[in-house]
């Protein structure tokens, strides 16, 4: 049963933007933690950020600060990324994930307690 649903990909030149939304399917954010991770070609899974449910506190990766903003709607059932001056670095399927509101700094670590996963959507950054 899908929980999470991403949208928003695509392609864009570095420098570009895009901003990517995560919805909630039958339930809102309140008591969750909403991560963004990437997977580029090759390579692990590796977390991005994260913003907090219960106090729409953020944090990102090293790589992405002050680039990458996330944010929230106000009913919490949907989670933004907007992500700027775009790099070929960053390309990659974009999940968004779920755990408990508790857990949001176990989603900086791998393996981190994850409650269900988005479908993925790609960015593609191309030089």
């Known amino acids: 049963e899908v929980e999470l649903v991403e949208s928003g990909g695509g392609s864009v030149q570095a420098g570009g933007s895009l901003r990517l939304t995560c919805r909630a399917a039958?339930?809102?954010?309140?008591?969750?933690?909403i991560g963004w991770f990437r997977q580029a070609p090759g390579k692990e899974r590796e977390f991005v950020s994260y913003?907090?449910?219960?106090?729409?506190?953020?944090y990102y990766e090293d790589s992405v600060k002050g680039r990458f903003t996330g944010s929230s709607d106000n009913r919490r059932v949907a989670v933004n990324l907007q992500m700027n001056s775009l790099k070929p670095e960053d390309t990659g399927i974009y999940y968004c994930?779920?755990?408990?509101?508790?857990?949001?700094?176990?989603?900086?670590?791998?393996?981190?307690?994850?409650?269900?996963w988005g479908q993925g959507t790609q960015v593609i950054v191309s030089s």
């Open positions: 913003i907090s449910g219960r106090d729409l506190s953020t």
């Open positions: 039958r339930f809102t954010f309140h008591d969750h933690c």
């Open positions: 994930a779920k755990t408990r509101w508790d857990r949001c700094a176990t989603m900086v670590v791998p393996g981190a307690a994850i409650d269900s």
